[in-house]
């Protein structure tokens, strides 16, 4: 599809850079999160071992019993993708996050072409501006998780059925649909664009002949449980366990349950503010809230931007009814939809007759997005706190050593080192590390199993102060290492284990 306006053409070019430069800033600057290796581990051991399994993240004793030999606890496609991936591009963290930043391109790539076919093309270079600077955007193509993979996947397969369904709508129905269950078997939330997607198909032109269409679009799920089938059937036991672990153990760990809000949605809508939203629309950038505001504005008020709404409420709505942990991260599924009827609504309010005001809203708006990516480029969460973290370990843990923690040292440590992710500290494995490495929120973890699990907390705290010694601590990680035979316990041990669990 043509753009045949040369100016918007070169528009659409040069954000499509700008997005590469400030996710590229992004992602060398960011946090390293644990995830990121949890969900790298699979791909790479499907590189070197041949088997799909998670091993580092200790498993024995609880619900991921099986991940070391099967990963039923994430669905595959991410891990799949990054298996090519790693064989074009090695694998590093790099690579890992340069993946989601493609991804991030693809995107953005994707709701041009929708929200051209919805409305027009000057509307839809407007929405790439407004998804290309946002701050949640860049964050998700920034880190190595599967979010926008999966949100890619899903407006890809709206744009593949609006590209085709005027000519071809069996083709439409197929690619729209295949996209859709790849996102699907990327990650649960890929369901979130299947109301949209069937929404669009059943108010198509084409009136005659929609259960036959409705029938072809169930092919590819079909496909991708069969060959999802076949992969359960090597261990269906462990992919129960797993599963319901993953449902409801995370969001128990989390200090919630999945689906609270489907029996108290007025308490659920609170937190899913609280715990969703507020931590990236508030805190240190208030100025984000104008930015929530102008998309909550663009979602009610734009009369042209139907289709696309549904693209923003749908996801907003399943979100706070179906997802108890709250994350920020699958906030990507509805940003994208709000900020198409965003510049929906700004052109037609304003791009005829206040042209010159449009321009400077939007200049404001740009720079507010560009003022949080500095802020955080500034305060490079990478260098100043996980290098440091990493170097420390680097220097002092020999080859052979058990370092027990934060998963994502890894990446910097090895894949092969044999670091393992148990925040238990061997209490079902019966393992006893060299060195313990936790972050912030490891350390919240073990203060949660205070009230959660008595026993196993006293017996981390116990571990900790007793049999080992506080080595290094900066904003984001703490570091232990086991007291050598012979050596007298501090007499200030528990003040050392409280202060290594403070959040910092």
């Known amino acids: 599809m043509r753009l045949r306006n040369p100016a918007l053409a070169l528009a659409l070019c040069g954000i499509l850079g700008l997005f590469v430069l400030l996710a590229t800033v992004t992602a060398r600057t960011a946090h ?197 089938g076949a992969y359960v059937w090597q261990a269906p036991q462990d992919f129960l366990r797993q599963i319901a672990g993953n449902t409801s153990g995370f969001a128990g760990e989390l200090g919630g349950t999945r689906f609270h809000s489907l029996t108290a949605p007025l308490s659920g809508l609170v937190e899913e503010w609280r715990g969703r939203y507020r931590p990236v629309f508030g805190g240190v950038w208030r100025l984000q809230y104008l930015v929530a505001f102008l998309y909550l504005t663009g979602v009610a008020f734009s009369e042209r931007a139907r289709g696309l709404w549904m693209m923003a409420a749908i996801p907003a709505v399943l979100l706070w009814l179906l997802d108890g942990t709250r994350q920020s991260f699958y906030l990507i599924h509805v940003v994208p939809g709000a900020a198409a009827c965003t510049a929906v609504w700004l052109c037609d309010q304003f791009g005829r007759s206040y042209r010159g005001l449009l321009a400077v809203g939007i200049a404001g708006l740009v720079v507010i997005q560009l003022a949080t990516a500095a802020l955080q480029a500034r305060e490079n969460a990478y260098a100043q706190e996980y290098q440091p973290a990493l170097a420390f370990l680097q220097s002092h843990a020999k080859p052979g050593d058990l370092v027990m923690g934060d998963a994502s040292l890894a990446f910097g440590l090895g894949f092969e080192s044999g670091l393992v992710d148990d925040l238990r500290l061997g209490y079902y494995s019966g393992k006893r590390p060299k060195f313990v490495a936790m972050n912030d929120f490891d350390r919240r973890w073990v203060e949660r199993r205070r009230i959660d699990d008595p026993q196993l907390y006293s017996y981390i705290r116990d571990t900790l102060t007793t049999k080992y010694q506080q080595v290094f601590a900066n904003s984001a990680y703490t570091i232990w290492v086991w007291r050598e035979a012979g050596s007298a316990a501090s007499a200030s041990g528990d003040g050392n284990f409280t202060k290594g669990l403070a959040n910092k």
Not at 112 to 120: K, Q, T
Not at 122 to 141: M, Y
Not at 161 to 174: I, K, S
């Open 32 to 228: 390293v999160y644990s995830t990121e290796a949890w969900f790298a581990d699979p791909a790479w051991h499907l590189i070197r071992d041949g088997c799909l399994c998670t091993t580092i993240i200790e498993s024995t004793g609880f619900w991921l019993v099986g991940a070391d030999r099967h990963t039923y606890w994430i669905l595959p496609f991410h891990a799949l993708v990054q298996s090519v991936w790693y064989r074009l591009f090695a694998f590093s963290l790099w690579s890992l996050r340069a993946l989601s930043e493609a991804a991030g391109v693809l995107l953005l790539a994707a709701m041009f072409v929708i929200v051209r076919r919805l409305a027009d093309s000057r509307s839809a270079v407007l929405a790439v501006l407004l998804l290309a600077v946002d701050w949640r955007v860049l964050q998700t193509s920034a880190v190595g998780r599967m979010d926008m993979l999966c949100a890619a996947l899903g407006a890809s397969a709206m744009a593949a059925y609006l590209t085709l369904r005027e000519r071809q709508p069996v083709a439409a129905v197929l690619a729209g649909n295949t996209l859709l269950a790849a996102a699907c078997c990327t990650h649960p939330c890929g369901v979130l664009w299947i109301p949209a997607l069937a929404v669009m198909m059943w108010r198509g032109k084409v009136s005659r002949g929609r259960a036959r269409l409705f029938a072809i679009a169930a092919i590819p799920y079909l496909i991708a449980v069969g060959l999802y």
